[in-house]
């Protein structure tokens, strides 16, 4: 999961290209582990099997599996796949939730999502989910040192409310949001210059690369591995070498990596420059404009698709165990019941899951990031930050690394009045009372949550199988190593129904022609957008 959060969209520089994803065309060959497209046969092809399909975990990852099994899998009243999907929680979503303060709904996991995440834009139109358009004002941001503002944008607002109130008027606003947001973007120029350029053309090349995992089946292979599945769209040496390499690689600014750059990385996956290439590239694609998320909460994607499969759906039941019988897996759970499966998915990291295997089966051992998430409804105490009225404290407070700083940012997600907001804290570590009694002046409500977030992307990467046993077990979370979000975490079921259909039901996936393409979609879904 990526816990991500927009930065300002005056960021003009780092707006990403909207051209239009690549077509359809037949792709490079496959290298060995990834599976390609049978061509025709006179051949039968093999009955449908009848089967019982499990799930473990209820967020995008495993939603998103049942998903693409119903697309891609026979089902009918002489061939029925059963999707059974578990959840140890006690709502789906997973790593998507939500928490209300002050009647309003604020995300605390995943939060946002790029405009070219394919699967994402898609199940919104499937849903028939309501769309939060990426805000219009132009937010301030300024980098903090841990003892000043090392840089820091204008701020629209003024000490006087009248002020305040005529900023508000709609000619007014456009006006002075625009003019701010031409006078931050030369702000910017003038502080990193260039770099800011390659920044965007490093981002940009990654992310047409990405897209390659949206053409139609019939011209992508069905991947094996992880590292069969990066290489074949050019993006396996991007895990192999820090995101700093790569950005120092294309002519970047040591400036513009030690402060933008980590701000971004340390607010999107909360871990420095250090951190694998493409990981990086991901989080710096979360940062450019129309990024948006679910009216209500980004839950509900993994709660409809459950739901459009027709699935059986056990909440609040933790599987603990995962045992190979030879035609069948045998699961039981914590409520003490057995549930038979021809095939079994796991749909949740297993780092910190204790499930046992019969017979053992082999995970590169990870470290999770944790990231402590942190909101306050109240007032900022502009001395900690070296100012005497609150109104001069950024929207946006993005830290350097380093290690004597206590948070990784604050940013306002509402104003409720002039004297009260609510603020979202990333931080590494817990963030006790006292410290939150020495940033804030007032608090009124405190919520805190420490999320396994994503795993601790350190070069080279090692990837976990996504075939567990060899057989009929697999494990979507393999590609986590590789980036972490919603839309990665779609990407990497979709693999995953596509190895189900072909090693288990032999059935080859192909787009008939009357169905548009998955790239002719994204533009649509795109410009809906």
């Not at 390609?36 to 009848?50: E, H, K, L, M, W």
């Not at 495993?62 to 059974?84: M, W």
């Not at 000043?148 to 701020?155: A, L, Q, S």
């Amino acid at each position: 999961m990526s816990i991500i959060h927009t930065l300002p969209l005056f960021f003009t520089f780092l707006l990403l290209s909207q051209a239009q994803p690549p077509s359809g065309a037949p792709s490079p060959s496959p290298s060995s582990g990834a599976r390609s497209p049978s061509p025709p046969s006179d051949t039968p092809s093999p009955s449908p099997r009848s089967s019982t399909v499990c799930i473990i975990g209820a967020g995008i990852g495993g939603s998103s599996v049942a998903h693409f099994l119903r697309e891609y899998t026979p089902h009918s009243s002489d061939f029925p796949t059963k999707i059974l999907v578990f959840e140890r929680r006690t709502t789906v979503g997973g790593r998507m939730a939500t928490i209300t303060i002050a009647g309003d709904t604020f995300e605390a996991g995943a939060s946002i999502l790029h405009p070219k995440n394919f699967h994402a834009v898609n199940y919104t139109k499937l849903l028939d989910l309501k769309v939060k358009p990426p805000s219009s004002e132009s937010n301030s941001i300024g980098i903090w040192n841990g003892e000043r503002f090392v840089f820091k944008t204008v701020k629209i607002g003024s000490d006087i409310p009248l002020v305040n109130q005529l900023l508000k008027l709609p000619l007014i606003d456009y006006i002075v949001s625009n003019l701010v947001s031409l006078v931050n973007s030369v702000l910017l120029f003038f502080r990193y210059g260039f770099s800011l350029l390659k920044m965007q053309s490093f981002v940009e090349s990654a992310v047409n690369r990405f897209l390659k995992f949206y053409e139609v089946p019939g011209s992508r292979p069905v991947f094996e591995t992880v590292d069969e599945m990066l290489k074949w769209a050019g993006l396996y040496n991007l895990t192999t070498r820090t995101l700093q390499d790569e950005l120092t690689d294309v002519g970047m600014s040591p400036l513009l990596i030690n402060e933008l750059v980590t701000v971004i990385t340390r607010i999107n996956y909360g871990q420095s420059v250090l951190m694998s290439g493409l990981a990086g590239a991901v989080s710096l694609a979360g940062s450019g404009g129309g990024l948006w998320a679910i009216e209500g909460g980004n839950w509900q994607m993994a709660a409809g698709l459950i739901n459009q499969s027709d699935a059986e759906l056990h909440l609040h039941e933790e599987i603990i165990s995962i045992a190979n019988l030879g035609d069948y897996y045998e699961l039981s759970s914590t409520k003490g019941k057995s549930y038979s499966c021809e095939v079994a998915v796991v749909a949740t990291p297993l780092d910190e899951l204790n499930i046992q295997f019969t017979p053992p089966v082999s995970v590169p051992k990870r470290k999770l990031q944790h990231t402590h998430t942190t909101f306050v409804r109240g007032s900022l105490n502009p001395v900690y930050f070296g100012f005497s009225r609150a109104t001069k404290i950024p929207e946006l407070v993005g830290t350097l690394e380093d290690p004597n700083i206590p948070f990784s940012s604050i940013s306002v997600l509402k104003k409720h009045n002039e004297k009260e907001s609510t603020f979202k804290i990333f931080s590494r570590q817990p963030m006790a009372d006292t410290l939150l009694d020495k940033i804030f002046s007032a608090r009124n409500e405190t919520i805190r949550i420490d999320w396994a977030a994503y795993p601790h992307y350190k070069p080279p990467e090692i990837f976990a199988p996504f075939i567990l046993d060899g057989q009929h077990l697999y494990y979507v979370n393999a590609f986590e190593n590789a980036a972490s979000t919603m839309e990665t975490s779609a990407v990497a079921a979709e693999n995953i129904a596509r190895l189900i259909a072909s090693r288990y039901f032999g059935k080859v996936i192909a787009y008939p022609s009357n169905k548009a393409t998955a790239s002719s979609q994204a533009v649509d879904a795109h410009l809906d957008l």
